[in-house]
């Protein structure tokens, strides 16, 4: 079975079309969480999602931003604070405020209620946002080890918005990296295809608009600083 894997998408509609436009044909696609947050996009990620028949998961963000608004961003955070001083879960808590405050009922709802883990493809796939059992648990490429596997032979993640894919005999560990918002350095949207019976990934880049997006985070109250995150590929500490 071929699967297309896509992540973070993070309220970034047009670097969720053109990796839709580029992807090739597969059987299912699924999204490992963090459909909104950060871009000025939320309704029309949502409304794609669902008309594409993508089966999403719940990230740390949608389960904040639907759920526990006043928790993000705050001393509880693991996004609050990194060693260099700078503050990235005030820009979550800030676009996530502003995201919370433009979604309907019925799209709070549907964040609410999708499921923190997914198995697939009879138990042979596990989809998670973080770490297994712990959504906001960052997972790192240096990090991967058989250690993470429990049953399944594919276990695919996101939120680090880091894209990887190891093989440890004959099991697959997968980052399909970021939609919406890398941050390894490359910016163009990210994500990945498998073929579930041979064990196999090929991780994708594909060209988008950035500049649409950027234009449109300056026309509402979201941060600048989003805008450079978007051009660099990566956070940026601070405006030049």
Known sequence: MQLGLISDVHGNQPALEAVLDDMPDVDRIYHCGDAVGYNPFPHRVLETLRAEGITSIQGNHDRKISTDIDAMGTAADPETDDESGLRPGELARLAGVWTHDRLDA???????????????????????????????????????????????????????????????????????????????GDRRAAYAVIDTEARTATLHRVPYPVEEVVDEIRRTSLPELLTLWLENGEIVTEEA
């Open 106 to 184: 019925e799209e709070m709802e549907y964040l609410a209620a999708l499921p923190a883990e997914l198995t697939v493809d009879g138990g042979n796939v596990k989809l998670v946002h973080g770490k297994p059992s712990d959504q906001d648990g960052r997972l790192y490429p240096e990090e991967y080890g058989p250690h993470l596997f429990d049953g399944e032979s594919i276990l695919v993640h996101g939120h680090t918005h880091v894209q990887h894919a190891e093989r440890f005999d004959d099991r697959l560990l997968v980052n399909p990296g970021s939609v919406g918002q890398p941050r390894d």
